[in-house]
């Protein structure tokens, strides 16, 4: 069974840095497309970062410069490094593994910036 557990979101001030963590189960990160989406209130769930098997990445133009994502590996994990955090930053923030089969998604951590 594919489980994606996030961790490390929280409330933050304006320029502030927080690190999400995404550990995978029953799939690995690796050998995936991975990616992490957000999602504001009232707003549709957007595209923030992704890193493709090879390693390359590709960022949203809005955290271009703030926002790195990475894995792990040895401990099929994946993060999202976002440094001078915005208020307009506030979402949730969801990792995301696509596959040919389905898409699977963490639950979910909110981020909070305060200005």
């Known amino acids: 069974q594919v489980q994606l557990v996030e961790s490390g979101g929280g409330l933050v001030q304006a320029g502030g840095s927080l690190r999400l963590s995404c550990a995978a189960s029953?799939?690995?990160?690796?050998?995936?497309?991975a990616a992490w989406y957000r999602q504001a209130p009232g707003n549709q769930r957007e595209l923030v970062a992704i890193?493709?098997?090879?390693?390359?990445?590709n960022y949203e133009d809005s955290v271009k410069g703030r926002f790195t994502i990475s894995r792990d590996n040895a401990k099929n994990t994946m993060y999202l490094q976002m440094n001078s955090l915005k208020p307009e930053d506030t979402a949730v923030y969801y990792c995301?593994?696509?596959?040919?089969?389905?898409?699977?998604w963490g639950q979910g951590t909110q981020v909070t910036v305060s200005s």
């Open positions: 995301n593994i696509p596959t040919f089969v389905r898409d699977y």
């Open positions: 029953g799939i690995a990160v690796s050998t995936n497309v």
């Open positions: 890193i493709t098997r090879g390693g390359s990445t």
